[in-house]
């Protein structure tokens, strides 16, 4: 659908078929029409679309979103296929971690595609506006039961636990603070702490690899979504050959590179 089919739909409560031939053929109520010029007034100013309609579609699952928490973006499914594609080969009941889960979609998605139902999942963030968005949209998706979801600064809720992860999973920050200007604006309506991060962007990917020695099971991986030209800053920090056995990249449908996967050594 296109944005103002999208729009209409909306206030109108149809669907697409419903725009062309039903509600969509009769006249605009006084309050659909106030509706209307509400939204395209609010989405001339910049404000995203799918804050204006409530939600967007993340690997076919229906995602709920409102200001505060991060869209999902499509090159993420990316992510999310490479982790399924990957845990697959193996074949026990695996933990897993998604760091900094926003509305939920990576998780959620994680759940929805565990056929074999073998994840445990963890899902945390910082943020309680996300983590009730996070919440509510694993129950709107039937995955409720298989997550976990957890208020915490990277891995600080585990402090002192024993616990470890067979697959840690992020789409982190990392945007360099030099480059949020020259972001369009429609994405600086969304939260900036989603976006933005330290150290050049590598802020997430160096705090999440100290805590990974620790919290990574062996043969565990890391899934990392990456911005276009972090593949060799990301290879830096994760260096260290006795803790990290080797780093792939994954392309993005638009041939950049979007996901790093690392590899724990076996014996650590
Ligand atoms: N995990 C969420 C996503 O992939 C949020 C990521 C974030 O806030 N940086 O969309």
Redesign the pocket.
């Known amino acids: 659908m296109n944005e103002i089919e999208t729009i209409l739909c909306k206030v109108l409560g149809c669907d697409r078929s419903g725009l062309y031939l039903g509600a969509g053929r009769k006249a605009l109520s006084g309050r659909q029409l106030d509706r209307l010029g509400e939204i395209l007034k609010k989405r001339a100013g910049g404000e995203p679309l799918q804050y204006l309609v409530g939600d967007t579609e993340f690997m076919g699952l229906k995602i709920k979103v409102s200001p505060g928490v991060?869209?999902?973006?499509p090159e993420?499914e990316v992510?999310v296929e490479a982790a399924l594609g990957q845990m697959a080969l193996l074949q026990r009941p695996l933990d897993v971690l998604?760091i900094?889960?926003?509305?939920g979609?990576?998780a959620i998605a994680m759940a929805a595609g565990d056929r074999e139902g073998r994840y445990n999942i963890f899902a945390v963030?910082i943020s309680d506006t996300?983590l009730k968005k996070a919440r509510s949209n694993s129950k709107l998706n039937g995955v409720a039961d298989k997550i976990t979801f957890l208020k915490s600064d990277i891995f600080s809720c585990f402090k002192g636990l024993k616990k470890t992860f067979d697959c840690i999973i992020?789409?982190?920050?990392y945007i360099a603070e030099k480059d949020y200007d020259g972001l369009p604006s429609d994405v600086k309506n969304e939260?900036s702490s989603?976006?933005l991060a330290a150290d050049e962007g590598f802020y997430f990917y160096k705090e999440i690899e100290k805590g990974a020695r620790r919290y990574l099971a062996p043969s565990g991986m890391i899934f990392l979504?990456i911005g276009d030209g972090q593949a060799d800053g990301i290879k830096n920090i994760f260096c260290d050959k006795h803790i990290w056995n080797k780093i792939s990249i994954v392309k993005d449908y638009n041939d950049r590179d979007r996901v790093a996967i690392v590899y724990r050594q076996s014996k650590v």
Do not use: F, K, V
């Open positions: 991060l869209i999902p973006r993420t992510l998604d900094g889960t926003g509305s979609n990576i963030d996300c992020s789409n982190p920050p939260p989603a976006l979504e």
